[in-house]
């Protein structure tokens, strides 16, 4: 029996939870077809999600369809739960996209699109809704090949697309001009190399199309190979009802029982495979297999176990930052209420200062916060409100600048160089070596670039994180008798703030801001307001496309800064009487529109930032002393080789 890890994917009401029920319901693994408006889905259990009408956590779900066995991960489709989706996306054979015939492609759409692209998973995409009037199914089609790829091709007559299927890579087109057709297998690496995304139209909630996308499924995926020796990729940290710690995990190879030692010397206590909300103790797991582990704590989505390395930083991040109010409970209880949720998304980022008694947590949007606020009072028996948003900053380099640290308290002793470069937008912060080990040995390097990545660093314009920066280490110095572990460590903070401060003195740093990728729609005698609003909002618009004007709504489509667009779904609502929709997704960072306005209120103090001081520490007369960061330059003792 082939074997496949299939996710279902969408953008919010496109239908998602309701095709999932269908494909289980139509697979014989249900004998009653639940509906998400009645909180009966098999696939939205979580009584916040029978409450909101919405998926907001990742659930799995076990089916065969004749000789096909599928594990199923749905996954939530409102853009503020985009985290748990991009985790789920790294244990995927296949996906599954929903269009909403009604909709189209919307911006999350886009967002989802890009995402799989990111992690290379193979993709189906079902038409949802076409039982709606006035649905085009090739109109449809046509905008999947326009906004998402040329390869979007009709699949529910294959015979019928074989020479667009050809069109897809020279080898296929060989092959068909050869012999006027293309073999199972051709057509399936097709797939699983996303030249060809195979369209599928219905309408799920009455069963239309959905045994074609099943027959779909079985006829054109493969099973991934597995290796031999173990591996595993963490994806979903969660607890049960008992407060059970679960760690989900999609095996890459090799085989896993209870009690056996994976990580940090912690055992498996149970192997669970759940199927909704019940689940089978297993007493083994093989290659491929979705299950669940009890009596791990340390583990972490993204995290790769045995050969299997860890996942990158996830694509998508928070962009408002929200500190909590706790309304009279205990703030360690809340503290630790908190903690427990980023242990289940770690992209909550909660922060605790010590000095202002306070907790912060960084989120995608509002509706995430009426979530956490449910979920606190639902889980912990904690009511806590949140205090005004602020916008979540970053800082970047415009030009390349070796910074020097230099620690040498009495009888310590480490100098490090370090080169740091711009590099492309979105790409995050990288470290790497390029010194000899003539110059620094091996050990020392390591300790170098285990620092580096010990901690998230900080610019000099507000103290917001630094990104989009490539640090290279290039020299150093240390010393046969006074060097010990932890010189190298302040040595190579103190360089990285030195270089970021030298920039500061050049005008080379820039501060970035999170845009959004927007979509308006309102009614069209609203337009020139929508436009006044979007340039005052510093956003950029897309060219109107206008195909009939006698139409009663208009969309406008473009991006625009979070500070400024983040409330504006209120003003439209008001402007509009409730016939405006805002659509909003996170398109990443830009320069910020208002940079120096945000560096004057911030007021921020680098060289008065004692956690991450850019000056460094010089021995003489048997005693350290501090040298400011400009000064620095001039008392190295190892040259400078790039400025």
Known sequence: ???????????????????????????????????????????????????????????????????????????????????????VLSVLDYAVLVVAATDGIQGYTRTLWRLLEQYQVPTFIFVNKMDAPGTDEQGILNQLKTELATGCVAFDDVSESLEEIAMQSDDMLDEYLASDALTTPTIQQAIAKRLVFPVYFGAALKLDGVATLLAGLKKWSVQTQTEREFGARVFKISHDAKGERLTWIRLTGGRLQPRQVIVDEQKINQIRVYNGTKFTIQSEISAGQVCTLTGLTQTYPGQGLGQTNDERSPLLQPVLNYTVVPNGNDIQTCLAAFKELEDEDPQLHVTWSEQLQEIRIQVMGVIQLEVLRQLLSDRFDLTVEFGEGSILYKETITEPMEGVGHFEPLRHYAEVHLLMEPAPRGSGISFQSDCAIEVLDRNWQHQILTALQAKEHRGVLIGAPITDIKVTLINGRA??????????????????RQGLMMLKQRGALQLLEPWYQFRLTIPADQIGRAMTDIQRMQGQMAPLVTDDPNEEM????????????????????????????????????????????????????????????????????GAGYPVAWDQVPQMAHVDYQKN
Request: net charge negative; proline share 3%.
């Open 554 to 621: 208009t969309t406008i489509t473009g991006t625009a800064p979070v500070a400024t667009m983040q409330t504006y779904v209120q003003e439209v609502n008001a402007y509009t009487h409730g016939q405006g929709q805002l659509e909003c997704v996170f398109a990443g960072y830009q320069p910020c529109h208002d940079e120096k306005r945000v560096v004057e209120d911030m007021n921020y103090n680098p060289a008065g930032d004692l956690a991450n001081t850019p000056d460094s520490v010089f021995c003489a007369h």
């Open 1 to 87: 029996m082939k074997k496949i890890v299939a996710g279902i994917v969408a953008h919010v009401d496109a239908g998602k939870t309701t095709l999932s029920e269908a494909m289980l319901y139509q697979a014989g693994m249900l004998r009653q077809l639940g509906r998400v408006d009645n909180g009966d889905a098999f696939l939205d259990p979580d009584d916040l999600e029978k409450q909101r009408g919405i998926t907001i956590f990742s659930h799995e779900a076990q089916f065969q369809y004749q000789d096909l066995a599928v594990t199923l991960l749905d996954t939530p489709g409102h853009v503020d739960f985009a985290s748990q989706t991009e985790q």
């Open 479 to 496: 010393s046969n008798v006074h060097t010990v572990g932890g010189d190298f460590r302040e040595a190579t903070w103190r360089a990285l």
